[in-house]
């Protein structure tokens, strides 16, 4: 059975940072592809950054340059570094797996997804 668990949010200062992980079980990230969304408040989710089997990466231009998404396979955990962040960034961050091998930022096409974990950004 395949789980993802979201930590690291909170509620945090605008220009300030905050480090989300995903642990997964029941899959190796090696054999996925990984993806950040987020939901802002009253919105529809939304791709934040994705990343494939290899390694390749792609974020949404509203995070280009901000975010930064990694993966530790042997800790089997996927992370996002949010720097320089914005009250706009507040929402809810899920973690989601999909099959296959492109990365992408659109929601239909994963799979597993977590439960989310809440980022709040005060100006």
């Known amino acids: 059975q395949v789980h993802l668990e979201e930590s690291g949010g909170g509620p945090v200062q605008a220009g300030g940072s905050l480090r989300l992980s995903c642990v997964a079980s029941g899959i190796s990230l090696d054999d996925v592809v990984m993806g950040w969304f987020r939901q802002p408040p009253g919105k529809e989710r939304e791709g934040v950054a994705s990343?494939?089997?290899?390694?390749?990466?792609v974020y949404a231009s509203s995070v280009q340059g901000r975010f930064t998404i990694s993966k530790d396979i042997a800790e089997n955990t996927l992370y996002l570094q949010m720097n320089s962040l914005k009250p706009e960034d507040t929402g809810i961050y899920y973690c989601?797996?999909?099959?296959?091998?492109?990365?992408?930022?659109?929601?239909?096409?994963?799979?597993?997804w977590g439960q989310g974990t809440q980022v709040t950004v005060s100006s």
């Open positions: 989601a797996a999909r099959s296959g091998y492109i990365y992408s930022l659109v929601e239909y096409v994963y799979k597993y």
């Open positions: 990343v494939e089997r290899d390694g390749k990466i």
